[in-house]
């Protein structure tokens, strides 16, 4: 069974910076494609940035120069490092897997950006 499990949500003013974290169980973490994606309320669910098996980086353009994403294989692990925060990022944040042809989803991380 895969479980995610995100850590390192929080308050935090503009332009602070946030890591967040994601452990990844119940499969060979080498073999998925990760992601993190974010929901605003009242919006849909957007894609933050990936990261392939290979470790090619892809990232929505709102968060482009400020979001970094990375992998850690040994620990089963993808972050995000998310600087220079805006309001406009406040929203949960869900970790993704894509695994054998199937997407996995972490329970979400709350980041709220005050201005």
């Known amino acids: 069974q895969v479980h995610l499990v995100e850590s390192g949500g929080g308050l935090v003013q503009a332009g602070g910076s946030l890591r967040l974290s994601c452990a990844a169980s119940?499969?060979?973490?080498?073999?998925?494609?990760m992601g993190w994606y974010r929901q605003a309320p009242g919006k849909q669910r957007e894609l933050v940035a990936d990261?392939?098996?290979?470790?090619?980086?892809n990232y929505a353009d709102s968060v482009k120069g400020r979001f970094t994403i990375s992998r850690d294989s040994a620990k089963s692990s993808v972050y995000l490092q998310m600087n220079s925060l805006e309001p406009q990022d406040t929203a949960v944040y869900y970790c993704?897997?894509?695994?054998?042809?199937?997407?996995?989803w972490g329970q979400g991380t709350q980041v709220t950006v005050s201005s």
């Open positions: 993704n897997a894509e695994y054998l042809r199937h997407n996995y």
């Open positions: 119940g499969m060979i973490f080498s073999f998925a494609a």
């Open positions: 990261i392939t098996v290979g470790g090619s980086t």
